[in-house]
């Protein structure tokens, strides 16, 4: 399970550098593929499309414009290496950073997911200040924080969403 939540770990950290990249280029989307694959590649039991079938996937708050999408497909290296899919987006809004946490919080747990206690291991890069993880089942939420301050943006709070699956217990 140290070794899974590593490897999702090292994935989690390359996604945002990634995300800004793609974002900074004007295109908006974020498409990214480790080797060819397709809607019908799942690693832990999730395409991206499974993933992006999921109302968390896009779940943001009322108040926000979504200005980036992460829309990554599991891959399958030949050497024995899997990455799952992400799904979600980036969005900025006017509200406070309480109050995009407060929906999270409430909308998440009223639907089942639980906090998870990492948040201080999944932050990714110097653009993120701030990083919650919830779980359910064989899925996590995260949910970050950008720096505004390093952000060409006019909006008050700049967040990330992403949705991944984990690998199962005992695949270890």
Not at 49 to 66: F, G, H, I, K, Y
Not at 70 to 91: D, H, N, Q, V
Not at 93 to 108: A, G, N, S
Not at 142 to 168: K, N
């Amino acid at each position: 399970m140290v070794k899974n939540a590593f490897i999702g770990i090292v994935a989690l950290l390359l996604l945002p550098v990634a995300t800004v990249a793609a974002l900074s280029a004007g295109t908006g989307v974020l498409k990214g593929t480790l080797e060819t694959a397709t809607d019908a590649t799942r690693v832990y039991g999730y395409s991206l499309a499974d993933l992006e079938a999921l109302p968390e996937a896009s779940l943001s708050v009322p108040a926000s414009t979504r200005i980036g999408t992460i829309a990554i497909e599991a891959s399958r290296f030949t050497t024995g290496g899997e990455y799952p899919a992400l799904a979600g987006g980036t969005y900025g809004t006017h509200l406070e950073r309480r109050d995009v946490r407060q929906f999270y919080d409430d909308q998440l747990e009223a639907n089942g997911w639980e906090p998870m206690t990492l948040t201080d291991l999944y932050r990714a890069n110097f653009r993120e200040t701030a990083a919650l993880t919830w779980s359910k089942g064989d899925l996590v939420m995260r949910l970050s924080f950008l720096d505004t301050d390093q952000l060409a943006t006019t909006y008050r709070t700049v967040y990330r969403t992403q949705l991944q699956p984990i690998e199962p217990a005992g695949n270890a």
